[in-house]
């Protein structure tokens, strides 16, 4: 009888610590680490509930299913878990090392992430202390229109950091203060 209540009370307990840590764990951010050989560059910090994948240089497929494939550096992308439409991906390109460098590999690259891009804003930016720079505009991605905004941060070690968001029409809007707050956690490696 006094064990089935020792039990019981562990039970109880456990549930108990469970439930007040409940809320804890749904304020936590992950932080990640953008690396390359072994070497940090940047960090920042996932949401919750977004998925976050990393690989080493890879392919990058077009906006459209028949696009051929660029080669791009290691890219890290986060997803959010219940919104297929919103995507946020980074990159530190080898050898681009200012913003007009990282404007120039955006121009590179931007077909592969989005069809007729028409450019709305260009500003000039101080991110953390770093100097950057934030182009956003519209477009089309596999058949719908989009939004993106894509900002080239200049990091103090002589490389940039690009970050890319596209928000897809009828994407959940409410996303915004989450990618915000990615943007604001970017801080350069020490």
Excluded: C
């Amino acid at each position: 009888m006094i064990a089935i209540k020792r039990r019981r009370t562990r039970q109880a307990l456990a549930l108990g610590l469970a439930l007040l840590a409940a809320p804890l764990a749904a304020s936590a951010q992950m932080p990640v680490s953008y690396t390359e050989g072994g070497r940090a560059l940047f960090h920042f910090e996932a949401p919750d509930f977004w998925t976050v994948r990393a690989g080493g240089p890879q392919e990058l497929a077009g906006p459209d299913a028949d696009d051929a494939p660029r080669p791009v550096a290691r890219v890290i992308g986060l997803e959010p878990t219940a919104e297929p439409h919103v995507w946020m991906g980074f990159v530190s390109p080898v050898g681009i090392s200012d913003l007009e460098g990282g404007v120039a590999y955006l121009a590179e690259i931007g077909p592969h992430l989005v069809k007729s891009p028409e450019v709305t804003r260009r500003k000039d930016t101080v991110l953390n202390g770093m100097p950057a720079r934030v182009i956003a505009g519209t477009g089309r991605r596999r058949g719908r229109g989009v939004e993106f905004t894509a900002t080239v941060v200049d990091l103090p070690n002589g490389r940039v950091a690009v970050s890319v968001v596209v928000f897809e029409a009828g994407a959940n809007t409410q996303l915004v203060a989450d990618v915000n707050a990615v943007l604001a956690s970017l801080r350069a490696a020490r």
